[in-house]
């Protein structure tokens, strides 16, 4: 039987940091992240009088989504651009040399962890009420799949900085408490 909580502080969906190795100027401007769904198939097994329903065999991780405000230099945008054109259709040798191939070890695991490669690890740091961390989901294998556009608009009344979102495809999450 599980243990009941003991804890009656609620997610404080404002206390979060984001660390991703390679994008190190995409973690200050984050403005919101999501903790990416988990499903499973199944399996329909055929009687004649009731069909019944299995677990599945896979886990399907939904995609990771980052909302990102627009630095004046438009660093955290460049950054990622980068990334994204070099794993995909990269022009010229320049814009492929900053990224070194993603090397396997004997168990299947990449050894290349340090954001260099095709993928990097990252993980978002859930904060509890005294903004210490509370809770890890550590993301492995990422890599990006799209950056949004940026909307510049002179006909707004107030100074709200621009954002764009990121999305992520990754192999696996964890999550450490």
Known sequence: MADLTS???????????????????VEFFVKSANVPGISSGSTEIVTPFKNVFQHGDK??????????????????FKEISDWLVAVTMPENFAQYAGLKPDTYGGGGEPVNQQGEGVTSDGSLIILNSNKNANVTIKFIDMFPTGVSSIQLDTSGTDLTPPAFDITFKYNKYTIEV
């Open 7 to 25: 804890n009656v502080n609620f997610l404080s969906p404002i206390e979060f940091k984001l660390v991703l190795n390679r994008l190190p100027n």
């Open 59 to 76: 886990l399907a991780y939904d995609e990771f989504t980052v909302s990102v405000i627009c630095d004046e230099n438009m660093v955290a």
